[in-house]
């Protein structure tokens, strides 16, 4: 089982910028697929974005594409999300989670390992 700790959102202005982090404890961080999801108020939690294990291959939500840039840093065993040009409609809390064995990674139930979540409010 991993441990995950999300940090890094926060008030920010459409057209701004923010940086999340998810920091990670427990079995070898390189062994898992990663994503990251959101869950706006009222809404069912979606697919942001995912990095495969060895990070050559990244996936995007089409609302966020060219906009958020996924990476992770094995060594630190640390994922991040680099979000610019932040929009109101990118308001809501963000997971990150852990994929161990599903070769699908847009899915929420390929994820076993969730964090706790950090909110993320644009306003316009």
């Known amino acids: 089982q991993v441990q995950l700790v999300e940090s890094g959102g926060g008030l920010v202005q459409a057209g701004g910028s923010l940086r999340l982090s998810c920091a990670t404890s427990?079995?070898?961080?390189?062994?898992?697929?990663m994503g990251w999801f959101r869950q706006a108020p009222g809404k069912e939690r979606e697919f942001v974005a995912a990095?495969?294990?060895?990070?050559?291959?990244?996936y995007y939500a089409e609302s966020v594409k060219g906009r958020f840039t996924i990476s992770r840093d094995n060594a630190k065993n640390t994922l991040y999300l680099q979000m610019n040009s932040l929009k109101p409609e990118d308001t809501a809390v963000y997971y990150c989670?852990?994929?161990?064995?599903?070769?699908?990674?847009?899915?929420?139930?390929?994820?076993?390992?969730w964090g706790q979540g950090t909110q993320v409010t644009v306003s316009s």
């Open positions: 989670a852990a994929n161990l064995l599903s070769p699908i990674v847009v899915t929420s139930t390929s994820y076993a390992s």
């Open positions: 427990g079995r070898t961080f390189n062994s898992y697929v």
């Open positions: 990095i495969r294990r060895i990070g050559a291959f990244t």
